[in-house]
């Protein structure tokens, strides 16, 4: 395997509750910050009710997270670039590298949505889902490796406007 990163419900679950349990750090440091605020017993009723509604949709997700056995998933070996996200289609493919023409990190003219799109010598397109911290520098170098031919963008972190 040249190159694999997978995150499973799990891990994002952690995540949660990590973020859960900074809810009161963050009560209690509005609580020292805006104590001289004029309306501060409002300021800090909607802030609690907030924080509350805040922990109990993350806790569902939480617990939501710790049921599923979904998972996101990239590999790159010499025979095949796989990838899978447990809810977005179009992020879901498995190609041969070797096939591979080139890939392209952009965005569109009028919008900073950014893109990675893997174009094929036959002329498809799939998108790398860019919302996982996985290294695209490493992935695009394990590509390179299982096909030297293939072009890359120069930086694996920047953006370039799409030319059309």
């Given at each position: 395997?040249?190159?694999?990163?997978?995150?499973?419900?799990?891990?994002?679950?952690?995540?949660?509750?990590?973020?859960?349990?900074?809810?009161?750090?963050?009560?209690?440091?509005?609580?020292?910050?805006?104590?001289?605020?004029?309306?501060?017993?409002?300021?800090?009723?909607?802030?609690?009710?907030?924080?509350?509604?805040?922990?109990?949709?993350?806790t569902?997700?939480?617990?939501?997270?710790?049921?599923?056995?979904?998972?996101?998933?990239?590999?790159?070996?010499?025979?095949e670039?796989?990838?899978?996200?447990?809810?977005?289609?179009?992020?879901?493919?498995?190609?041969?590298?070797k096939?591979?023409?080139?890939?392209?990190?952009?965005?569109?003219?009028?919008?900073?949505?950014?893109?990675?799109?893997?174009?094929?010598?036959?002329?498809?397109?799939?998108?790398?889902?860019?919302?996982?911290?996985?290294?695209?520098?490493?992935?695009?170098?394990?590509?390179?490796?299982?096909?030297?031919?293939?072009?890359?963008?120069?930086?694996?972190?920047?953006?370039?406007?799409?030319?059309?």
């Amino acid at each position: 395997m040249l190159f694999h990163y997978e995150r499973t419900r799990k891990k994002q679950a952690y995540t949660l509750a990590i973020n859960i349990a900074l809810l009161p750090v963050y009560l209690y440091i509005l609580s020292i910050t805006a104590k001289e605020h004029n309306d501060f017993e409002a300021l800090f009723a909607i802030a609690e009710k907030s924080a509350l509604g805040i922990g109990i949709l993350l806790t569902a997700a939480m617990v939501w997270f710790l049921r599923s056995k979904d998972k996101f998933e990239i590999y790159v070996t010499h025979q095949e670039f796989y990838s899978m996200h447990p809810i977005f289609k179009e992020w879901c493919f498995s190609v041969n590298p070797k096939e591979i023409k080139c890939i392209k990190n952009h965005y569109g003219s009028g919008s900073k949505m950014t893109r990675i799109d893997l174009v094929m010598h036959n002329g498809d397109t799939f998108q790398i889902c860019p919302n996982y911290d996985f290294s695209r520098k490493k992935l695009y170098q394990a590509l390179q490796t299982a096909n030297p031919l293939i072009e890359l963008p120069a930086n694996a972190n920047l953006f370039t406007a799409e030319t059309k």
